[in-house]
């Protein structure tokens, strides 16, 4: 399994790195979080699945056959009234492994449409798509690996760009040391048509990794994951006739940490919390910085359905809510 890991790793060496991660891809609202559960605890996981469908949107490997016959339905509310949401369902089989199919979404709502001359001429809309195919296969109880092919569509406006892209990941677990471990590629592609014709844009490509662990006497988990494993420089120069570098070594490390707990009072009820560097650092005001960066949120579980809700302080000024419901509909209408 080790050679699958340094596979992947090969790979995106292969492919183009840049550093930064200011507004240079397009399709970035393949990089927003759907899941409440991620939402809570930092933003983002690779390496733990929580029996939540919703995860798999991050590591595929992270899709488990007791997933199966699962539907998945998030929605989240961000900045200036925009919406976006994630709906999936899982289907296990005996020896192929397990596949889901999802789609997400991204509402920028309604605009009003103007001429040069600021005579307004009616109204438009802008929305972008992503279709989710799932694998995921268990090679023993310790590695999965998984596929996510991700066909994008996106319209704004007049304008329209087509393309497709992969997410491949690798889990580890270890019951004994309750160690839970993964790595990914995602977003890995590239444009089929561009907005305007004149060459394909680069898509939001990353590697991740991470690493949950669980402790024994006490209901705790923490996790770490570390973003842009393929771009050493994090730091991002807004102001560039200054001569004030942005941060140093220490900075630029943190920027690339995603920080989550895990608390679990009971087997039926979670509670999580998280910290974003990378946002906190960015989003942050000259004045004060207040919750930026920091997450929380909590959720129920019960034996016919889960409920899940997260926060996410974006900006001083506000942040945005996710909600996440799994439906098991065998045991909901099970006689």
């Given at each position: 399994?080790?050679?699958?890991a340094?596979?992947?790793?090969?790979?995106?060496?292969?492919?183009?790195?840049?550093?930064?991660?200011?507004?240079?891809?397009?399709?970035?609202?393949?990089n927003?979080?759907?899941?409440?559960?991620?939402?809570?605890?930092?933003?983002i996981?690779?390496?733990q699945g929580?029996?939540?469908?919703?995860?798999?949107?991050?590591?595929?490997a992270?899709?488990?056959?007791?997933?199966?016959?699962?539907?998945?339905?998030?929605?989240?509310?961000?900045?200036?009234?925009?919406?976006?949401?994630?709906?999936?369902?899982a289907?296990?089989?005996?020896?192929?492994?397990?596949?889901?199919?999802?789609?997400?979404?991204?509402?920028?709502?309604?605009?009003?449409?103007?001429?040069?001359?600021g005579?307004?001429?009616?109204?438009?809309?802008?929305?972008?798509?992503?279709?989710?195919?799932?694998?995921?296969?268990?090679?023993?109880?310790?590695?999965?690996?998984?596929?996510?092919l991700?066909?994008?569509?996106?319209?704004?406006?007049?304008?329209?760009?087509?393309?497709?892209c992969?997410?491949?990941?690798?889990?580890y677990?270890?019951?004994?040391?309750?160690?839970?471990?993964?790595?990914?590629?995602r977003?890995?592609g590239?444009?089929?048509?561009?907005?305007?014709?004149?060459g394909?844009?680069?898509?939001?490509?990353?590697?991740?990794?991470?690493?949950?662990?669980?402790?024994a006497?006490?209901?705790?988990?923490?996790?770490?994951?570390?973003?842009h494993?393929?771009?050493p420089?994090?730091?991002?120069?807004y102001?560039t006739?200054?001569?004030?570098?942005e941060g140093?070594?220490?900075?630029?490390?943190?920027?690339?940490?995603?920080?989550?707990?895990?608390?679990?009072?009971?087997?039926?009820?979670?509670?999580?919390a998280?910290?974003?560097?990378?946002?906190?650092?960015?989003?942050?005001?000259a004045?004060?910085?207040?919750?930026?960066?920091?997450?929380?949120?909590?959720?129920?579980?019960?034996?016919?359905?889960?409920?899940?809700?997260?926060?996410?302080?974006?900006?001083?000024?506000?942040?945005?809510?996710?909600l996440?419901l799994?439906?098991?509909?065998?045991?909901?209408?099970?006689?």
């Amino acid at each position: 399994m080790r050679y699958l890991a340094l596979a992947l790793i090969l790979i995106a060496t292969l492919l183009p790195a840049r550093g930064q991660t200011g507004g240079d891809n397009t399709y970035e609202f393949l990089n927003l979080n759907p899941s409440a559960f991620a939402s809570a605890t930092g933003g983002i996981t690779v390496s733990q699945g929580h029996g939540d469908l919703s995860l798999p949107y991050f590591n595929p490997a992270l899709l488990e056959g007791s997933m199966n016959n699962d539907i998945s339905l998030s929605i989240s509310t961000w900045l200036a009234g925009i919406r976006y949401g994630y709906a999936a369902y899982a289907r296990d089989t005996e020896n192929r492994g397990t596949f889901a199919a999802g789609v997400s979404f991204i509402s920028y709502g309604s605009f009003t449409e103007a001429d040069i001359a600021g005579n307004v001429t009616g109204d438009f809309t802008a929305a972008e798509y992503a279709f989710n195919l799932v694998w995921s296969y268990r090679i023993d109880s310790s590695f999965t690996i998984g596929v996510n092919l991700k066909p994008v569509l996106s319209h704004l406006e007049r304008y329209f760009s087509a393309g497709i892209c992969a997410d491949v990941g690798v889990t580890y677990h270890n019951g004994r040391l309750l160690l839970d471990a993964g790595l990914v590629i995602r977003n890995a592609g590239f444009q089929l048509k561009s907005y305007t014709g004149s060459g394909g844009e680069p898509l939001p490509f990353e590697i991740v990794a991470g690493a949950t662990k669980r402790l024994a006497h006490a209901p705790f988990a923490f996790s770490l994951t570390v973003r842009h494993l393929e771009k050493p420089d994090m730091t991002y120069d807004y102001i560039t006739t200054d001569d004030i570098t942005e941060g140093g070594l220490g900075e630029n490390i943190l920027r690339h940490v995603v920080l989550g707990v895990e608390i679990l009072p009971a087997d039926s009820f979670w509670i999580g919390a998280g910290l974003n560097y990378q946002r906190r650092a960015e989003m942050r005001t000259a004045q004060r910085a207040g919750m930026a960066g920091f997450s929380a949120g909590f959720g129920f579980r019960t034996k016919t359905f889960d409920l899940s809700f997260g926060h996410d302080a974006i900006h001083p000024a506000g942040g945005a809510n996710h909600l996440t419901l799994t439906l098991r509909p065998e045991l909901m209408f099970k006689k």
